[in-house]
């Protein structure tokens, strides 16, 4: 059974900096591969922010380019999201989400989620 556990999040202040962890059991983190981060802000549909194919390639929103970074710890198989140079529009739910694999490709879907971690920004 694989089971995604976030932490991490809180309240700053803008420009200040967070950074969230997703632990997995079940399912390996390998260079982040086939995993994102997502997140979802009240009101508003969510979004995808960074995510990292197969290879560990990584694509991520315009919006956090250059302040969020992805990365990851097999020996804690753990994801790790490092957050930069907060703005209030950050402020969301984040979420760390999995999609199956095998050794070529990532599933189309994402099959696993974790419960979700508070980002709160202030101006």
């Known amino acids: 059974q694989v089971r995604l556990v976030e932490s991490g999040g809180g309240a700053v202040q803008a420009g200040g900096s967070l950074r969230l962890s997703c632990a997995a059991s079940?399912?390996?983190?390998?260079?982040?591969?086939?995993m994102a981060w997502f997140r979802q802000a009240p009101g508003k549909e969510r979004e995808e922010v960074v995510f990292?194919?197969?290879?560990?390639?990584?694509t991520y929103a315009e919006y956090v380019k250059d302040r969020f970074t992805i990365s990851s710890d097999s020996a804690q198989n753990t994801l790790w999201l490092q957050m930069n140079s907060l703005k209030p529009e950050d402020t969301a739910v984040y979420y760390c989400?999995?999609?199956?694999?095998?050794?070529?490709?990532?599933?189309?879907?994402?099959?696993?989620w974790g419960q979700g971690t508070q980002v709160t920004v202030s101006s």
């Open positions: 989400a999995a999609r199956s694999r095998d050794m070529w490709l990532c599933g189309a879907d994402f099959s696993y």
């Open positions: 079940g399912y390996t983190v390998s260079n982040g591969s086939c």
């Open positions: 990292a194919d197969r290879r560990g390639r990584t």
